[in-house]
Nanobody, 128 residues
Framework: QVRLVESGGGSVQAGGSLRLSCTAS????????MAWFRQALGKEREFVAG???????????TYADSVQGRFTTSRDNAKSTLYLETTNLKTKDPAVYYC??????????????????WGQGTQVTVYS
């Protein structure tokens, strides 16, 4: 059974940064499709960033337009951990951020239904 645990959320002033972490257990982390989603209060869950294994130790990353150039996702396979570096946080970024995993390959990186396993989420708050 795959388990995902997020951490690193918090409250930060607009323009600040946070590093979110997602530690996985129970699966083959290095070869899975991983992603970050977020859900703001009263809104639907939306895609933020994805990390897709394409062979050897090579991954392709995909980002939502709203975070492109500000957020970066990366992996540490030795620690089975996915990261989301968030910079220049804006007042539109507050949400619960979730880590998700798909154990099978998929081209639908940005689609919520692609992912089977989800973490419990970590809250990000941005104040002006």
């Amino acid at each position: 059974q795959v388990r995902l645990v997020e951490s690193g959320g918090g409250s930060v002033q607009a323009g600040g940064s946070l590093r979110l972490s997602c530690t996985a257990s129970g699966g083959t982390f290095s070869r899975t499709l991983m992603a970050w989603f977020r859900q703001a209060l009263g809104k639907e869950r939306e895609f933020v960033a994805g990390s897709k294994w394409i062979g050897s130790n090579v991954y392709t990353n995909t980002y939502a337009d709203s975070v492109q150039g500000r957020f970066t996702t990366s992996r540490d396979n030795a620690k089975s951990t996915l990261y989301l570096e968030t910079t220049n946080l804006k007042t539109k970024d507050p949400a619960v951020y979730y880590c998700a995993e798909s154990p099978t390959p998929s081209e639908s990186v940005t689609t919520h239904s692609t992912y089977v396993y989800w973490g419990q989420g970590t809250q990000v708050t941005v104040y002006s």
